[in-house]
């Protein structure tokens, strides 16, 4: 006959899509009037922004633009400007499983390879692919057996702590601030954030996420070579509405920037910077569950089928910081003008001996020579990071590498940066068991047992009683009243009396 048994769900947060796919690049920029000509293309950058990305149907639609920007050294040693240009995209992937929310996507991408030429001194061509990665979580139910009800069997069980996705949001919002940049401005080469720093605070059908980023807007000035900076860090405040969100949530938050937006208002000269900003927000629950993990039959003989679960035992919060040293020869005569740094989001790499958390980062700097004519030098490297645990890869690692700052040496010929990264995200800390799918007691064929006895057992330290009691045919309790033992594990190494029961 079948045992009764009780059962639950087991909610495990599961990759419902590991894909990725090329997007080309493509842009034809015609100079205005007011841009100056092209002399010397120096260097060309490409960016993603991804505006939306969710599930229709059987379908996942992605949909952002690049920022294409190339520099260039216009004619007669003038200073270093740039020409910028959006091109949307849209992309979409075929799914083989059923989604259903709440769910969460994440999308990395990097330029793989450019080709940009001047066609004439106001006209650029610029040809590129750009190579995309996506993730997209949900959750899974597992149906597992939580006890056994039969007075002839005895059962192990684990108290399995576990979180899963049970809700995500977005949204999109504006900071605006003002900027202390000179009336005589000639170009805005460049605008750039770093060192996102936020706090994320669920409470009842609500995630209140508070932080602050460091903007750096860099300019030229009318009839000067210098290249200047203004920096302001920006501080937010917003509340995302997610249904279902309790007050012991954990809840984290992607910070990532849609547009920039520099104006100057022409009655009070003031300079406003407009930041558009979109947070993606996760929310995750925590709650335990009973599972059976073993069990045998005391009386009769059984069958039972076992599987293996892999759930999410823990959550753990990455905020780290590492640094990385590159270095190059690029000969005499170099003054550092401006660079660009671009890292990879870390991916685990496998080899023959270790699992390591890994990214690709590339230095870019722009240099001007003795000739005055600018040069741009690339090195890249890999950055391995620590999470301050063991990297297993079971786990999943939903983690972003941002540029904090970095410092440029020229000694001579030689040229060195020492670049500090942040790390930060979360980790899904896996746990792998077995646990009882399903038990059967055969009644009507007994197990051959010995009668009454006491049998001297030795057992070793660490050894479980379940264990013990499964080998004898007995059951753990009469095994600890039989040795005035307080714990189902043994502490040490020690002689047992198994009571083993007749029929």
Excluded: W
């Excluded at 190339?70 to 020409?83: E, H, S």
């Excluded at 646990?435 to 051959?448: A, G, P, S, Y």
């Amino acid at each position: 006959m079948s045992n009764q048994s009780l059962t639950d769900v087991l909610n495990t947060t599961a990759k419902f899509i590991d894909s990725s796919f090329e997007r080309p690049v493509e842009a034809e920029f015609l100079l205005a009037d007011y841009d100056q000509e092209v002399f010397k293309i120096v260097k060309t950058t490409a960016q993603h922004t991804i505006t939306q990305k969710y599930v229709n149907g059987s379908k996942l639609v992605i949909e952002g633009f690049f920022k294409v920007c190339v520099y260039y050294q216009p004619p007669n040693g003038a200073n270093l400007t740039v020409i910028s240009k959006k091109l949307p995209f849209q992309h979409q992937i075929d799914i083989q499983v059923a989604v259903t929310p709440p769910y969460f996507i994440n999308v990395d991408g990097g330029l793989e390879y450019v080709n940009t030429r001047a066609i004439n001194s106001s006209r650029i061509d610029l040809r590129g692919i750009y190579s995309f990665q996506v993730e997209g979580y949900n959750y899974s139910k597992t149906d597992i057996t939580t006890a056994i009800n039969s007075t002839t069997s005895c059962s192990e069980t684990d108290n399995l702590i576990h979180f899963y996705l049970c809700g995500n949001g977005i949204r999109q919002f504006s900071i605006e601030d003002e900027l202390d940049i000179p009336d005589n401005i000639e170009k805005i080469i460049n605008i750039t954030h770093s060192n996102n720093k936020s706090t994320v605070t669920s409470y009842q059908n609500k995630v209140n996420v508070k932080g602050s980023v460091e903007v750096d807007v860099a300019y030229t000035l009318e009839n000067d070579m210098m290249l200047y900076h203004a920096t302001k860090a920006l501080n937010y405040n917003q509340i995302v509405d997610i249904e279902g969100t309790k007050e012991n949530n954990i809840s984290f938050a992607d910070f990532s920037v849609l547009n920039y937006t520099v104006t100057k208002n022409p009655d009070n000269k003031k300079t406003t910077f407009i930041l558009s900003v979109g947070l993606d927000v996760k929310v995750f629950e925590k709650s335990e569950i009973i599972a059976v993990s073993d069990v045998f039959s005391k009386i009769y003989e059984y069958t039972k089928e076992s599987q293996p679960i892999l759930y999410d035992e823990n959550l753990i919060s990455i905020d780290r910081t590492t640094t990385v040293l590159l270095e190059d020869e690029i000969g005499e005569g170099f003054e550092h003008i401006y660079d660009f740094s671009e890292i990879s989001s870390p991916k685990l790499i496998f080899s023959d001996e270790s699992v390591e958390l890994k990214s690709k980062i590339t230095f870019s700097a722009i240099l001007k020579n003795s000739q005055g004519e600018y040069e741009c030098f690339s090195k890249t490297g890999e950055v391995i990071f620590d999470t301050g645990e063991e990297i297993s890869e079971q786990n999943e690692y939903l983690l972003a590498a941002d540029i904090i700052d970095s410092k440029v040496n020229i000694d001579g010929g030689r040229f060195s940066v020492k670049i500090n990264i942040g790390l930060s995200g979360f980790v899904i800390k896996r746990r792998r068991i077995n646990i009882v799918r399903t038990f059967e007691e055969k009644t009507d064929r007994l197990l051959n047992r010995e009668g009454d006895a006491l049998i001297l057992y030795y057992g070793q330290k660490g050894e479980k009683l379940f264990d013990i009691a499964k080998k004898y045919k007995t059951d753990v309790e009469s095994i600890m009243e039989e040795n005035e033992l307080n714990e189902k594990v043994l502490i040490e190494n020690r002689m047992l009396f198994i009571p083993a029961f007749g029929m």
